[in-house]
């Protein structure tokens, strides 16, 4: 049975929890540190066999000549996901899923923003004008539409619950062809299915998908084109899945209706960005308010893999070959 002899942890923990991961690691060492804390990183990455890191990989962290696990106590791992880690037989691991319900509440409040109209009646409220048109009497709710969600891990299953509470059909874009609660029909990658009658049908377009090489612009000119021009787009995913400049030659010319876009292909989003004076386009900086439980629900995921580690068996939330992603790297 494989044993960690030493860990380093560079993620932000209360006492409590400091307490409780270092009990889980027993018998070994734990070195904590925050993680700009480089010197101590530096030094301690090259004895330990485990890394809990707040952060992403890194060149630092890769020096270490002993990592067996690294663990990312994240959402993605498209940052970290490099081929080097294949290479040296590195297990790692996220705690994807830590904010999926609020990701979920996140994607729900673009769709109920743009159907209903925010920005114009926010608009309407600092004019001080009753913005009771006859295009606003003729709008329809989000009851019976259909969403078509593209990526069911635990984001997009948490949509998909959502959506079903206003009565929505819920279609679904998976590698796997496996049917989720929730989902009325899946369009599968390894079906090889195409996204054509997915997008030709969905009034909501929500992306919940990693980042990786197959991924990456998922939605691009052919894509759009499929759109129906009363289609809104959610991204909840990485900016890269989109690309951003067919995006917005579809949102100038009528191609869609709107979009609510919580992350871009180069963040900050540049000032000089056309999508800042689009009134059908909602912009968040990629963030996303807390769950009450954020950290512990992050923790879960490490505590499940440490078990893993030392019995054997499958590890939760791993990276495997297909979420290699290269592609975003080479064009930088």
Same mark, same amino acid.
């Given at each position: ?23 889980? +690691? ?15 990183? &530096? ?11 707040? $952060? !992403? ?18 959402? %993605? +791992?498209?940052?970290? *996901? ?11 691991? $996220?705690? $994807? %899923?830590?904010?999926?319900? *609020? ?22 409220? $600092?004019?001080?004008?009753? &913005?009771?048109?006859?295009? @606003? ?11 078509? =969600? ?16 206003? !009565? ?16 009325? *029909? ?22 919940? *998908?990693?980042?990786? !090489? ?10 759009? !084109?499929?759109?129906?021009?009363? &289609? ?42 056309? +999508? ?10 990629? =963030? ?20 893993? @580690? ?23």
């Amino acid at each position: 049975m494989p044993e960690i002899h030493s860990a380093l942890v560079t993620t932000y923990l209360t006492p409590e929890n400091q307490e409780q991961l270092r009990k889980a +690691l027993e018998p070994a060492e734990v070195i904590f540190c925050i993680p700009n804390d480089t010197e101590i990183i &530096a030094e301690a990455i090259q004895k330990v066999d485990v890394a809990i890191l707040n $952060s !992403d990989v890194d060149d630092l962290i890769l020096t270490g000549p002993n990592l067996r696990w690294i663990h990312c106590c994240r959402a %993605g +791992l498209d940052k970290s *996901a490099r081929p080097e880690i294949f290479e040296r037989g590195i297990i790692l691991t $996220s705690s $994807s %899923g830590r904010s999926a319900p *609020a990701l979920a509440e996140h994607a729900l409040m673009f769709m109920l923003s743009l159907t209903y109209d925010i920005p114009l009646l926010m608009k309407a409220k $600092s004019e001080h004008r009753w &913005a009771a048109t006859r295009d @606003y009497f003729y709008k329809t709710g989000m009851y019976g539409k259909t969403i078509g =969600i593209l990526g069911l891990g635990k984001t997009g299953c948490e949509v998909a619950r959502l959506a079903k509470m206003f !009565d929505m059909k819920v279609l679904g874009w998976r590698r796997s062809t496996e049917v989720p609660e929730n989902v009325d *029909a899946v369009y599968s990658a390894d079906r090889q299915d195409s996204l054509q009658q997915l997008l030709e049908a969905s009034d909501y377009v929500v992306l919940c *998908a990693e980042l990786n !090489d197959h991924t990456w612009h998922t939605l691009g000119k052919q894509e759009f !084109d499929w759109m129906k021009p009363s &289609a809104f787009v959610i991204n909840m995913g990485r900016g890269e899945l989109i690309d951003e400049p067919v995006m917005i030659e579809a949102l100038e010319s009528g191609k869609i209706a709107g979009a609510g876009l919580d992350t871009f292909e180069v963040e900050p989003l540049p000032n000089e960005s056309p +999508l800042w004076d689009m009134e059908n386009v909602l912009i968040t900086p990629h =963030i996303t308010p807390r769950l009450p439980d954020r950290d512990e629900r992050a923790l879960e995921y490490v505590y499940q893999n440490i078990v893993a @580690y030392r019995k054997g068996s499958s590890f939760v939330n791993r990276l495997t070959q297909s979420g290699i992603f290269t592609k975003g790297r080479v064009k930088s």
